[in-house]
């Protein structure tokens, strides 16, 4: 993805511009010469931030089924236990 770029002292200077280019293209706003902000158009943001996730949605595997897990019974029978 293309990205433009645009110091911080021409943003202040011409906010305009600054909508137009981040309506065509995220637009990486810097000062003093490192990246410090990113502007983009709301229908951008909103085609590329979800809603955040719970753990369990995120660490959920989308293929697996809907059983329940059902682990085999553990037998201790062939074990001594030492207190």
């Given amino acids: 993805m293309k990205m433009s ?3 911080s002292a021409a943003f202040n200077q011409n906010p305009s ?3 137009k280019e981040a309506s065509e293209r995220p637009l990486v706003i810097t000062d ?3 990246a410090a902000y990113v502007l983009v158009s709301y229908a951008e943001f909103q085609a590329n931030w979800r809603a ?3 753990l369990f949605a ?3 595997d ?3 089924d809907d059983r329940e897990f059902e682990p ?3 037998g201790f029978g062939n074990r001594t236990v030492e207190f």
């Fill in 5 to 7: 770029f645009m110091t």
């Fill in 52 to 54: 955040s996730k719970t």
């Fill in 72 to 74: 085999e019974p553990l």
């Fill in 17 to 19: 511009k600054a909508k």
């Fill in 32 to 34: 003093h010469g490192e």
């Fill in 58 to 60: 995120a660490l959920r």
């Fill in 62 to 64: 989308p293929q697996a």
